[in-house]
């Protein structure tokens, strides 16, 4: 590698570094202080960079919140799956409902994290406008499993559906069984839902 190519090279990984650091200042000042009560200077002043350099990255504050929502949602699938397959389960329809226990228990142990993200997890496979250097990523996930689904059940039409469909099931649902016990406390709702999952998936 010549020296233009090492310049180009640190250019690029103090971009990134800068970009991570934005985003890492975001995450705990919204988690500490909420998202209206943030604002822009708030996180540069926190990464320890201009406030023009914000600009280079980001729109404005939603757009970072919206990019943090991807990545923790993404995060959360990535640690479910590598969970799942340290366990070695070979039915795709427990593995789907391994990964939501986890992905439910997270959110369980950490209801600041649910608050975070919302009724929002589909956004961590399936957003790819609001995916940029980590799109690969993302769509690996995605289609990992969208695979998985239609080797478990050649019926299903549309794989990509009908996963998008679990996802925001339990994201919608589960948001409301964890936070205010509606329709039922989690442990009661956990079941039902994991029935309907099922359904879906040997439809």
């Given at each position: 590698?010549?020296?233009?190519?090492?310049?180009?090279?640190?250019?690029?990984?103090?971009?990134?570094?800068?970009?991570?650091?934005?985003?890492?200042?975001?995450?705990?000042?919204?988690?500490?202080?909420?998202?209206?009560?943030?604002?822009?200077?708030?996180?540069?002043?926190?990464?320890?960079?201009?406030?023009?350099?914000?600009?280079?990255?980001?729109?404005?504050?939603?757009?970072?919140?919206?990019?943090?929502?991807?990545?923790?949602?993404?995060?959360?699938?990535?640690?479910?799956?590598?969970?799942?397959?340290?366990?070695?389960?070979?039915?795709?329809?427990?593995?789907?409902?391994?990964?939501?226990?986890?992905?439910?228990?997270?959110?369980?142990?950490?209801?600041?994290?649910?608050?975070?993200?919302?009724?929002?997890?589909?956004?961590?496979?399936?957003?790819?406008?609001?995916?940029?250097?980590?799109?690969?990523?993302?769509?690996?996930?995605?289609?990992?499993?969208?695979?998985?689904?239609?080797?478990?059940?050649?019926?299903?039409?549309?794989?990509?559906?009908?996963?998008?469909?679990?996802?925001?099931?339990?994201?919608?649902?589960?948001?409301?069984?964890?936070?205010?016990?509606?329709?039922?406390?989690?442990?009661?709702?956990?079941?039902?839902?994991?029935?309907?999952?099922k359904k879906m998936i040997d439809?």
């Amino acid at each position: 590698m010549d020296n233009f190519d090492t310049e180009m090279t640190k250019i690029e990984e103090n971009k990134l570094e800068k970009r991570e650091n934005l985003l890492a200042s975001a995450y705990n000042l919204f988690m500490r202080k909420g998202i209206h009560k943030t604002s822009i200077s708030d996180i540069t002043d926190n990464a320890g960079v201009a406030k023009g350099t914000f600009y280079l990255y980001f729109i404005d504050k939603w757009d970072i919140y919206e990019k943090l929502i991807i990545e923790r949602s993404y995060l959360l699938f990535d640690e479910a799956m590598i969970y799942s397959n340290n366990k070695r389960i070979k039915s795709f329809k427990e593995k789907i409902l391994d990964i939501a226990d986890y992905i439910i228990n997270a959110f369980i142990e950490n209801k600041e994290l649910l608050k975070f993200i919302g009724r929002n997890l589909s956004l961590g496979i399936y957003n790819d406008s609001l995916v940029d250097e980590y799109q690969e990523q993302y769509k690996n996930v995605r289609d990992i499993l969208e695979k998985e689904l239609k080797s478990y059940n050649s019926k299903i039409k549309n794989a990509k559906a009908t996963l998008f469909m679990i996802i925001e099931l339990i994201s919608s649902t589960c948001y409301d069984s964890i936070l205010n016990d509606i329709p039922l406390s989690i442990d009661k709702y956990k079941p039902i839902l994991f029935n309907e999952i099922k359904k879906m998936i040997d439809k």
